[in-house]
C-alpha cells in the first residue's frame, strides 16, 4: 500500500512537470511566433548598416588657417569626430571620402593615420584631389601602398575596390581623380566605369552604397568640380534598379537629393563651415531601404564660429533641414523614371 502511494505521487509529479514543460515550449514558440510574425511573414525582415563618413578634412600641419579652411585647427576637429564616432554605439565601419590632408606629403598622411588610428571602428579611405600631387610627393601607388601599411583594415590593391560589409549590402568604392595634370575636376577612366558596372551587374537585389570624392550630381554649380563624365557613369547606373546611394564630399557642403531609385548625399567639410561629419542607418528590408542621414557638427564651438565667418554664403554649406537629417525611403525592383 505505501509502495503504490509512493508510485501515485511519482506519477502525479512527473504529470507536473511535463506539464510546466509543456506550457514552457508553448509559450517561447508563441514568443517567436510574435518576432517572426512582425517581422518575417509580413514582408519586415530587417538587416541593419550603420556607418560614419568623414569627408574633407584637410588634416594639416599649418599654424594660421587658409582662406576659408581652419587648417590651423584641423587636427582639433579630426579628433573631435573620431571621438564622437567612438562614443557612438554600433557602428559598422567609418569612410573617409577624400581630401584627408591638406597637401600631399607622405608625412601628412602618416599623421593621418596617427588620428585615424584612433577609432575603435574599421576604416575605409578614398582619395581626393588635396591628397594626390600630379608630378611627384604623393602618388596614387604609394598612396595604395601607405594604406595598406597603416590601416590594418585595407586590403586592397587599388585606389578603387568593393565589399560586402553585410549580407544584403554591397560596398563600392571609386576613384575619379585625375592625376595627369593639376585640376580640381574629376574623370571616371573606363576601367573604373567597366568595374562599376561588372560590380552592379553582380549585386543581385542588394543595396548598393558608393563612396567617392567628387559628386555624381553636383550639389551646385561648379565647373571646375564637376565629374566631366558625369553621364557615362549615369549611363550605367541607370541600367539597375537597386537601391543606389552615392556619399561624396568635395564641395564643402551639406545636400541631399533624390534621384529615383539614386540617392545622393554630399556631405559637408571638417575642415570648413558647418565643420560637420554624418552617421547613417540604412535598413535593408524586402521590399524596400530605408536610410537615416544624421547630420553631426563638430562640438568645438567657437571654432565653427570662426569658420562661418570665413565663407560666404553659409547658408548654401549649411544646407535646408532636409540636407541635414533625413529619412529617405527607395523602394526595391523600381527603376529610375522620376
Same mark, same amino acid.
Not at 121 to 150: A, Q, S, T, W
Not at 192 to 208: A, H, I, M
Not at 316 to 332: A, H, L, P
Given at each position: 500500500?505505501?509502495?503504490?502511494?509512493?508510485?501515485?505521487?511519482?506519477?502525479?509529479?512527473?504529470?507536473?512537470?511535463?506539464?510546466?514543460?509543456?506550457?514552457?515550449?508553448?509559450?517561447?514558440?508563441?514568443?517567436? +511566433?510574435?518576432?517572426?510574425?512582425?517581422?518575417?511573414?509580413?514582408?519586415?525582415?530587417?538587416?541593419?548598416?550603420?556607418?560614419?563618413?568623414?569627408?574633407?578634412?584637410?588634416?594639416?600641419?599649418?599654424?594660421?588657417?587658409?582662406?576659408?579652411? +581652419?587648417?590651423?585647427?584641423?587636427?582639433?576637429?579630426?579628433?573631435?569626430?573620431?571621438?564622437?564616432?567612438?562614443?557612438?554605439?554600433?557602428?559598422?565601419?567609418?569612410?573617409?571620402?577624400?581630401?584627408?590632408?591638406?597637401?600631399?606629403?607622405?608625412?601628412?598622411?602618416?599623421?593621418?593615420?596617427?588620428?585615424?588610428?584612433?577609432?575603435?571602428?574599421?576604416?575605409?579611405?578614398?582619395?581626393?584631389?588635396?591628397?594626390?600631387?600630379?608630378?611627384?610627393?604623393?602618388?596614387?601607388?604609394?598612396?595604395?601602398? +601607405?594604406?595598406?601599411?597603416?590601416?590594418?583594415?585595407?586590403?586592397?590593391?587599388?585606389?578603387?575596390?568593393?565589399?560586402?560589409?553585410?549580407?544584403?549590402?554591397?560596398?563600392?568604392?571609386?576613384?575619379?581623380?585625375?592625376?595627369?595634370?593639376?585640376?580640381?575636376?574629376?574623370?571616371?577612366?573606363?576601367?573604373?566605369?567597366?568595374?562599376?558596372?561588372?560590380?552592379?551587374?553582380?549585386?543581385?537585389?542588394?543595396?548598393?552604397?558608393?563612396?567617392?570624392?567628387?559628386?555624381?550630381?553636383?550639389?551646385?554649380?561648379?565647373?571646375?568640380?564637376?565629374?566631366?563624365?558625369?553621364?557615362? +557613369?549615369?549611363?550605367?547606373?541607370?541600367?539597375?534598379?537597386?537601391?543606389?546611394?552615392?556619399?561624396?564630399?568635395?564641395?564643402?557642403?551639406?545636400?541631399?537629393?533624390?534621384?529615383?531609385?539614386?540617392?545622393?548625399?554630399?556631405?559637408?567639410?571638417?575642415?570648413?563651415?558647418?565643420?560637420?561629419?554624418?552617421?547613417?542607418?540604412?535598413?535593408?528590408?524586402?521590399?524596400?531601404?530605408?536610410?537615416?542621414?544624421?547630420?553631426?557638427?563638430?562640438?568645438?564651438?567657437?571654432?565653427?564660429?570662426?569658420?562661418?565667418?570665413?565663407?560666404?554664403?553659409?547658408?548654401?554649406?549649411?544646407?535646408?533641414?532636409?540636407?541635414?537629417?533625413?529619412?529617405?525611403?527607395?523602394?526595391?525592383?523600381?527603376?529610375?523614371?522620376?
Amino acid at each position: 500500500m505505501h509502495r503504490q502511494n509512493k508510485r501515485k505521487k511519482g506519477n502525479l509529479f512527473s504529470k507536473i512537470l511535463n506539464t510546466i514543460f509543456t506550457l514552457t515550449v508553448a509559450i517561447a514558440t508563441a514568443g517567436i +511566433m510574435i518576432v517572426y510574425t512582425n517581422n518575417t511573414a509580413i514582408g519586415k525582415s530587417v538587416n541593419v548598416l550603420r556607418f560614419a563618413q568623414i569627408s574633407d578634412d584637410h588634416l594639416s600641419v599649418e599654424k594660421v588657417n587658409k582662406s576659408y579652411r +581652419m587648417t590651423a585647427s584641423s587636427a582639433q576637429l579630426l579628433d573631435d569626430a573620431i571621438d564622437v564616432i567612438n562614443e557612438t554605439p554600433d557602428l559598422d565601419f567609418v569612410f573617409f571620402t577624400g581630401d584627408v590632408i591638406d597637401v600631399p606629403y607622405e608625412k601628412n598622411l602618416r599623421l593621418f593615420f596617427d588620428h585615424a588610428n584612433r577609432l575603435k571602428y574599421k576604416y575605409y579611405v578614398v582619395p581626393g584631389n588635396h591628397d594626390i600631387c600630379y608630378g611627384g610627393y604623393l602618388d596614387k601607388k604609394r598612396f595604395v601602398k +601607405m594604406l595598406n601599411e597603416y590601416n590594418p583594415t585595407f586590403k586592397f590593391k587599388k585606389t578603387y575596390y568593393s565589399f560586402s560589409p553585410k549580407v544584403g549590402y554591397k560596398i563600392i568604392a571609386l576613384d575619379p581623380i585625375i592625376d595627369t595634370k593639376i585640376t580640381a575636376q574629376g574623370e571616371l577612366p573606363k576601367e573604373q566605369l567597366e568595374f562599376l558596372d561588372l560590380e552592379l551587374s553582380r549585386s543581385g537585389n542588394n543595396t548598393v552604397l558608393i563612396f567617392m570624392h567628387v559628386p555624381l550630381k553636383q550639389p551646385f554649380s561648379s565647373d571646375s568640380h564637376r565629374l566631366v563624365n558625369a553621364e557615362s +557613369m549615369y549611363r550605367i547606373l541607370r541600367k539597375y534598379n537597386n537601391p543606389i546611394a552615392i556619399f561624396t564630399g568635395h564641395y564643402h557642403t551639406t545636400k541631399v537629393t533624390q534621384d529615383g531609385n539614386i540617392l545622393h548625399v554630399s556631405t559637408p567639410a571638417l575642415i570648413s563651415y558647418p565643420n560637420a561629419f554624418r552617421i547613417v542607418t540604412v535598413k535593408n528590408y524586402k521590399d524596400k531601404s530605408v536610410f537615416s542621414i544624421e547630420y553631426m557638427p563638430t562640438r568645438l564651438k567657437e571654432i565653427q564660429k570662426k569658420a562661418k565667418l570665413l565663407v560666404f554664403h553659409s547658408s548654401m554649406y549649411y544646407g535646408d533641414e532636409d540636407d541635414r537629417t533625413v529619412t529617405i525611403t527607395i523602394d526595391k525592383g523600381k527603376n529610375n523614371d522620376k
